[in-house]
Structures are given as structure tokens and as C-alpha cells.
Nanobody, 112 residues
Framework: QVQFAESGGAMVHPGGSLNLSCLCN???????IGWYRQRPGESREEIAR???????WYEDSVKGRFVISRDFGKRTVYLQMTHLNAEDTGVYYC???????WGQGTQVTVSS
């Protein structure tokens, strides 16, 4: 069973940066993996995806501010977040799109 463990969430001021990590319990080189955000009171939404040789996709609200990357040797997918604002507050998860392998998530709070 594929499992993910997210980490790196914290409280930051508007305009700040954070780097999130998503550790997988198996090889990620063949997997399409996405980062998801769940804002308070809302459903989870996919905000970035990585897969294949160098395929990446970003949701419009994070395009130009977030970067998704991966390290096959560490079985980890990263999300570098910059220029954070209050709308980025939420719990961040990673998973393979379409599969029920949600982790516990990591909390990101952007507040002054």
C-alpha cells in the first residue's frame, strides 16, 4: 500500500516562504503525484502535480509562486512556496491523483 507523510508546515507572515516535503514509502519514479490544499471549511483541491520525465502542472492561484519537485533517491516530493498570503492557509496533502492514499497532512497558516 502506497503511503505518504507530509511535513514542513508552519505559521508564517504574509509574503513569507515555506518548503513542504512529502515522503513516500516506495519508489516514486513511476508515479504521478500531486499536492493538495484544504482551506478551512472547504474541500481539498489539487494545486500542483509532477510526473513523467519533467511534467508539472499548477493551479492558477499558485502559478509563479509555488514550485513542485522530487528527489527519487529520497522518495520525496517537495513544494516550495513563496509570496504566501492568507488564501494559502490550510492543510496540505500529497497523493497519487485518483487513489485514496491520503496522508495526515501538514498545516500551513499565513497570518500577520
Amino acid at each position: 500500500q502506497v503511503q505518504f507523510a507530509e511535513s514542513g508546515g508552519a505559521m508564517v507572515h504574509p509574503g513569507g516562504s515555506l518548503n513542504l516535503s512529502c515522503l513516500c514509502n516506495e519508489d516514486i519514479s513511476s508515479h504521478l503525484i500531486g499536492w493538495y490544499r484544504q482551506r478551512p471549511g472547504e474541500s481539498r483541491e489539487e494545486i500542483a502535480r509532477v510526473g513523467g520525465r519533467a511534467f508539472t502542472w499548477y493551479e492558477d492561484s499558485v502559478k509563479g509562486r509555488f514550485v513542485i519537485s522530487r528527489d527519487f533517491g529520497k522518495r520525496t516530493v517537495y513544494l516550495q512556496m513563496t509570496h504566501l498570503n492568507a488564501e494559502d492557509t490550510g492543510v496540505y496533502y500529497c497523493r497519487r491523483p485518483g487513489f485514496p492514499d491520503w496522508g495526515q497532512g501538514t498545516q500551513v497558516t499565513v497570518s500577520s
